[in-house]
């Protein structure tokens, strides 16, 4: 091989590598959390509707059984927001918000008969939202 060749081959072998390195590391930065949201409505409720959305992320409607959990990431440092549809009521809230979560890398969601519960660690919980019917 010429001296030519064996440049060609180290500076392809070094964009390739370049490239694989950037998807990795894209990809890691792409997920910053995520949010659990568990329908923890009294039983008889029957399945919830959720749907989690950012400005930039929309991850659609989803259908969440008694006692099921739905999991979707935060891919961007934005808002997001899901709505939660059990029979005739219906919440909303933010989900993450980059100003209250900070860098946690999770965050849990209850949605019980007397609201909507925040936790960091899945174990202790704050009430954040209630419920509205029409
Ligand atoms: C959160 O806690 C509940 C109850 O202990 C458990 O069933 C569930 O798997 C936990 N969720 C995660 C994501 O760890």
């Not at 950037?22 to 995520?34: D, E, F, I, W």
């Not at 949010?35 to 989803?62: A, D, E, F, R």
């Not at 979707?72 to 059990?86: D, P, W």
Request: a positive charge; charged letters at 15%; hydrophobic letters at 40%.
């Amino acid at each position: 091989m010429g001296a030519r060749s064996c440049l060609v081959v180290f500076l392809v072998s070094v964009l390739i590598i370049i490239s694989l390195s950037s998807s990795v590391l894209g990809r890691q930065y792409k997920q910053l959390a995520a949010i659990h949201v568990t329908n923890s409505m009294p039983k008889g409720s029957g399945p919830m509707q959720i749907s989690c959305k950012s400005s930039y992320t929309n991850y659609g409607m989803h259908q969440v059984d008694e006692g099921g959990e739905y999991q979707c990431g935060v891919q961007e440092r934005a808002v997001y927001f899901c709505m939660a549809l059990s029979g005739r009521q219906m919440a909303s809230w933010h989900a993450f918000q980059p100003s209250r979560d900070g860098s946690r890398k999770a965050v849990y969601w209850l949605l019980k008969d007397d609201g909507i519960f925040l936790s960091w660690d899945n174990s202790t919980w704050v009430r954040k939202s209630v419920w509205e019917s029409e």
